[in-house]
Protein backbone atom coordinates (compact mmCIF):
# COMPACT_ATOMS: atom_id res chain seq x y z
CA UNK A 1 0.00 0.00 0.00
CA UNK A 2 1.56 3.37 -0.94
CA UNK A 3 2.57 5.48 2.10
CA UNK A 4 0.19 8.34 0.49
CA UNK A 5 -2.98 5.72 -0.13
CA UNK A 6 -6.28 6.82 0.36
CA UNK A 7 -6.98 3.50 2.69
CA UNK A 8 -3.71 4.62 4.85
CA UNK A 9 -5.07 8.16 4.84
CA UNK A 10 -8.32 7.26 6.38
CA UNK A 11 -6.71 4.81 8.98
CA UNK A 12 -4.94 7.06 10.08
CA UNK A 13 -7.76 9.56 10.37
CA UNK A 14 -10.05 7.19 12.25
CA UNK A 15 -7.03 6.12 14.81
CA UNK A 16 -6.82 9.28 15.23
CA UNK A 17 -10.30 9.96 15.87
CA UNK A 18 -10.46 7.04 17.58
CA UNK A 19 -7.77 7.99 20.41
CA UNK A 20 -9.38 11.49 20.45
CA UNK A 21 -12.84 9.82 21.37
CA UNK A 22 -11.34 7.84 24.20
CA UNK A 23 -9.45 10.83 25.54
CA UNK A 24 -12.14 13.69 25.59
CA UNK A 25 -14.53 10.28 27.26
CA UNK A 26 -12.03 10.16 30.08
CA UNK A 27 -11.74 13.47 30.53
CA UNK A 28 -15.21 13.47 30.72
CA UNK A 29 -15.80 10.83 33.10
CA UNK A 30 -13.07 12.05 35.48
CA UNK A 31 -13.98 15.54 35.38
CA UNK A 32 -17.33 15.06 36.15
CA UNK A 33 -17.53 14.71 39.65
CA UNK A 34 -15.58 18.32 39.88
CA UNK A 35 -17.74 19.96 37.62
CA UNK A 36 -20.95 18.81 39.41
CA UNK A 37 -19.41 19.83 42.58
CA UNK A 38 -18.91 23.87 40.14
CA UNK A 39 -22.15 23.72 39.48
CA UNK A 40 -23.39 23.41 42.84
CA UNK A 41 -21.42 25.95 44.26
CA UNK A 42 -21.93 28.27 40.99
CA UNK A 43 -26.06 27.46 42.26
CA UNK A 44 -25.02 28.49 46.17
CA UNK A 45 -23.52 31.65 45.32
CA UNK A 46 -25.79 32.89 43.04
CA UNK A 47 -28.65 32.57 46.02
CA UNK A 48 -26.08 34.30 48.27
CA UNK A 49 -25.84 37.08 45.84
CA UNK A 50 -29.88 37.75 45.76
CA UNK A 51 -29.80 37.99 48.97
CA UNK A 52 -26.91 40.24 49.01
CA UNK A 53 -24.86 37.58 51.55
CA UNK A 54 -21.92 37.11 48.87
CA UNK A 55 -18.39 38.06 50.09
CA UNK A 56 -15.37 37.24 47.95
CA UNK A 57 -13.06 36.82 50.92
CA UNK A 58 -14.80 34.23 52.56
CA UNK A 59 -15.79 30.46 51.07
CA UNK A 60 -19.07 29.81 49.72
CA UNK A 61 -19.58 27.04 52.13
CA UNK A 62 -18.96 29.22 55.45
CA UNK A 63 -21.53 31.74 54.24
CA UNK A 64 -24.16 28.63 53.02
CA UNK A 65 -24.31 27.48 56.18
CA UNK A 66 -26.46 30.40 57.26
CA UNK A 67 -29.38 28.91 54.44
CA UNK A 68 -31.85 26.26 54.42
CA UNK A 69 -32.74 24.63 51.76
CA UNK A 70 -36.82 23.13 51.89
CA UNK A 71 -38.76 21.79 49.41
CA UNK A 72 -42.34 23.51 48.87
CA UNK A 73 -45.43 21.54 47.72
CA UNK A 74 -47.59 24.38 45.62
CA UNK A 75 -50.59 22.49 45.31
CA UNK A 76 -50.76 22.22 49.50
CA UNK A 77 -48.97 25.51 49.56
CA UNK A 78 -46.82 24.14 52.17
CA UNK A 79 -43.09 22.37 52.95
CA UNK A 80 -43.17 19.17 52.07
CA UNK A 81 -40.56 15.73 53.29
CA UNK A 82 -41.29 14.15 49.94
CA UNK A 83 -38.02 14.95 47.82
CA UNK A 84 -34.30 14.91 49.54
CA UNK A 85 -33.39 18.92 49.28
CA UNK A 86 -29.68 18.60 48.35
CA UNK A 87 -30.75 16.45 45.32
CA UNK A 88 -33.94 17.69 44.30
CA UNK A 89 -33.76 18.98 40.50
CA UNK A 90 -36.87 21.49 40.20
CA UNK A 91 -36.32 21.38 36.40
CA UNK A 92 -36.34 17.58 35.98
CA UNK A 93 -39.61 17.56 37.74
CA UNK A 94 -41.27 19.85 35.72
CA UNK A 95 -40.52 17.63 32.92
CA UNK A 96 -42.32 14.44 34.88
CA UNK A 97 -45.69 13.79 34.35
CA UNK A 98 -45.73 12.71 38.02
CA UNK A 99 -44.59 16.04 39.66
CA UNK A 100 -45.64 18.40 37.01
CA UNK A 101 -48.57 20.38 36.00
CA UNK A 102 -49.99 22.15 32.71
CA UNK A 103 -50.06 25.81 33.19
CA UNK A 104 -53.52 26.90 31.50
CA UNK A 105 -52.81 29.26 28.96
CA UNK A 106 -55.01 32.08 30.74
CA UNK A 107 -52.70 31.83 33.48
CA UNK A 108 -49.61 31.55 31.55
CA UNK A 109 -47.89 34.95 32.09
CA UNK A 110 -44.54 33.86 32.16
CA UNK A 111 -44.59 31.68 29.11
CA UNK A 112 -43.26 28.38 30.25
CA UNK A 113 -45.81 25.53 29.45
CA UNK A 114 -45.68 24.10 32.60
CA UNK A 115 -44.03 23.89 35.87
CA UNK A 116 -43.16 21.89 38.63
CA UNK A 117 -45.69 21.24 41.08
CA UNK A 118 -42.35 21.45 43.49
CA UNK A 119 -40.42 24.24 44.40
CA UNK A 120 -36.96 23.97 46.25
CA UNK A 121 -36.89 27.49 48.03
CA UNK A 122 -34.09 28.48 50.38
CA UNK A 123 -34.56 30.05 53.81
CA UNK A 124 -31.84 32.56 55.12
CA UNK A 125 -32.28 32.05 59.26
CA UNK A 126 -30.47 33.80 62.55
CA UNK A 127 -31.27 32.26 65.89
CA UNK A 128 -34.10 30.23 64.53
CA UNK A 129 -35.57 33.36 62.78
CA UNK A 130 -36.36 33.72 59.29
CA UNK A 131 -34.32 36.84 57.96
CA UNK A 132 -35.01 36.12 54.39
CA UNK A 133 -37.00 33.45 51.63
CA UNK A 134 -34.96 33.26 48.77
CA UNK A 135 -37.77 31.74 45.89
CA UNK A 136 -36.09 30.39 42.36
CA UNK A 137 -38.21 32.08 39.39
CA UNK A 138 -38.11 31.39 35.74
CA UNK A 139 -40.03 32.85 32.46
CA UNK A 140 -39.39 33.72 28.47
CA UNK A 141 -37.51 37.06 28.04
CA UNK A 142 -37.23 37.91 24.36
CA UNK A 143 -34.47 35.22 23.29
CA UNK A 144 -34.36 32.81 25.76
CA UNK A 145 -36.10 31.42 29.04
CA UNK A 146 -34.70 33.64 31.98
CA UNK A 147 -33.77 31.92 35.44
CA UNK A 148 -32.84 34.03 38.81
CA UNK A 149 -33.78 34.34 42.24
CA UNK A 150 -36.08 36.93 44.28
CA UNK A 151 -34.98 37.42 47.60
CA UNK A 152 -38.05 38.44 50.07
CA UNK A 153 -37.05 39.84 53.87
CA UNK A 154 -39.08 38.44 56.60
CA UNK A 155 -42.08 40.75 56.16
CA UNK A 156 -42.80 38.20 52.78
CA UNK A 157 -43.34 41.08 50.52
CA UNK A 158 -40.18 43.58 50.65
CA UNK A 159 -37.72 42.42 48.07
CA UNK A 160 -33.95 42.14 49.11
CA UNK A 161 -32.37 41.34 46.18
CA UNK A 162 -33.33 39.96 42.62
CA UNK A 163 -30.79 38.52 40.10
CA UNK A 164 -30.52 36.21 37.08
CA UNK A 165 -28.08 33.25 36.98
CA UNK A 166 -28.55 32.23 33.64
CA UNK A 167 -30.44 33.54 30.78
CA UNK A 168 -29.82 34.16 26.97
CA UNK A 169 -30.75 37.92 26.22
CA UNK A 170 -28.80 40.16 23.54
CA UNK A 171 -25.79 41.81 25.48
CA UNK A 172 -26.25 45.80 26.13
CA UNK A 173 -29.54 45.27 25.74
CA UNK A 174 -31.89 42.49 27.37
CA UNK A 175 -28.46 41.19 28.87
CA UNK A 176 -28.81 44.58 30.70
CA UNK A 177 -30.57 42.81 33.43
CA UNK A 178 -26.97 41.77 34.75
CA UNK A 179 -25.64 44.93 35.18
CA UNK A 180 -25.24 46.03 38.92
CA UNK A 181 -27.13 49.39 38.59
CA UNK A 182 -30.38 47.31 37.21
CA UNK A 183 -30.46 44.61 39.72
CA UNK A 184 -29.59 47.03 42.91
CA UNK A 185 -33.14 49.42 42.27
CA UNK A 186 -34.65 46.40 43.37
CA UNK A 187 -34.20 46.48 46.93
CA UNK A 188 -36.90 47.79 48.82
CA UNK A 189 -39.65 47.54 46.25
CA UNK A 190 -43.03 45.71 47.58
CA UNK A 191 -44.49 42.99 45.62
CA UNK A 192 -48.02 42.79 47.03
CA UNK A 193 -50.44 45.70 48.04
CA UNK A 194 -52.58 46.22 51.00
CA UNK A 195 -55.21 44.13 49.28
CA UNK A 196 -53.06 41.15 48.82
CA UNK A 197 -52.99 42.31 45.00
CA UNK A 198 -49.65 41.74 43.03
CA UNK A 199 -48.22 45.45 42.11
CA UNK A 200 -44.77 44.86 41.41
CA UNK A 201 -44.65 46.18 37.68
CA UNK A 202 -41.48 46.82 35.34
CA UNK A 203 -41.89 50.26 33.45
CA UNK A 204 -41.39 50.98 29.83
CA UNK A 205 -39.18 53.42 30.86
CA UNK A 206 -37.97 55.29 33.78
CA UNK A 207 -40.06 54.80 37.87
CA UNK A 208 -41.13 58.49 39.06
CA UNK A 209 -39.29 58.12 42.43
CA UNK A 210 -41.94 61.15 43.77
CA UNK A 211 -44.70 58.90 42.83
CA UNK A 212 -46.59 56.81 45.29
CA UNK A 213 -46.32 53.68 42.87
CA UNK A 214 -42.92 54.18 42.50
CA UNK A 215 -42.37 51.85 45.41
CA UNK A 216 -44.13 48.84 43.57
CA UNK A 217 -42.67 49.71 39.97
CA UNK A 218 -39.01 49.16 38.50
CA UNK A 219 -36.65 51.09 35.71
CA UNK A 220 -37.41 49.13 32.16
CA UNK A 221 -34.43 48.18 30.39
CA UNK A 222 -33.59 50.75 27.15
CA UNK A 223 -34.22 49.47 23.84
CA UNK A 224 -35.34 45.91 24.98
CA UNK A 225 -39.21 46.27 25.58
CA UNK A 226 -39.52 42.87 25.30
CA UNK A 227 -36.84 41.26 27.80
CA UNK A 228 -38.35 44.02 29.93
CA UNK A 229 -41.88 42.60 29.66
CA UNK A 230 -40.78 39.17 29.99
CA UNK A 231 -39.19 40.00 33.62
CA UNK A 232 -42.42 41.83 34.59
CA UNK A 233 -44.47 38.80 33.70
CA UNK A 234 -42.86 36.11 35.73
CA UNK A 235 -43.03 38.35 38.53
CA UNK A 236 -46.39 38.34 38.03
CA UNK A 237 -47.12 34.89 37.75
CA UNK A 238 -44.56 33.50 40.42
CA UNK A 239 -45.74 35.97 42.82
CA UNK A 240 -49.34 35.44 41.45
CA UNK A 241 -51.80 32.95 42.79
CA UNK A 242 -50.68 29.95 40.64
CA UNK A 243 -47.56 31.12 41.66
CA UNK A 244 -45.80 31.43 45.49
CA UNK A 245 -48.85 33.35 46.71
CA UNK A 246 -50.43 31.01 48.85
CA UNK A 247 -47.55 29.31 50.12
CA UNK A 248 -46.04 32.63 51.30
CA UNK A 249 -49.75 33.92 52.71
CA UNK A 250 -49.89 30.36 54.39
CA UNK A 251 -46.35 31.44 56.08
CA UNK A 252 -47.09 34.81 56.95
CA UNK A 253 -50.07 33.76 58.59
CA UNK A 254 -48.55 30.74 60.47
CA UNK A 255 -44.96 30.97 60.44
CA UNK A 256 -42.44 28.09 60.37
CA UNK A 257 -43.49 24.80 61.93
CA UNK A 258 -40.71 22.44 62.51
Known amino acids: MSRD ?33 NKIEEKRKNILQAAG ?6 SIAEQYARIEQRIVDLQSAWFTEQFDPATFDSRAAA ?32 DGQL ?16 YGFVSLASDLNTVNGFAFYEHGETP ?23 AGE ?5 LKGAVDKTSADAVYQADGLAGST ?17 GYQPFLARLQEQGLKR
Open 53 to 58: LYQEDL
Open 95 to 126: RAPETSRVIPESLDLADIKSRSRFKDVYLVMD
Open 226 to 242: LTARGVDNLLKYWMGED
Open 5 to 37: STGKILSVAFLLCLVCSILVSTAAVVLSERQER
Open 172 to 194: GLGGEIDNPNWKQQWRGKKIYGE
Open 131 to 146: QQLILPVHGKGLWSTM
Open 198 to 202: VRIKV
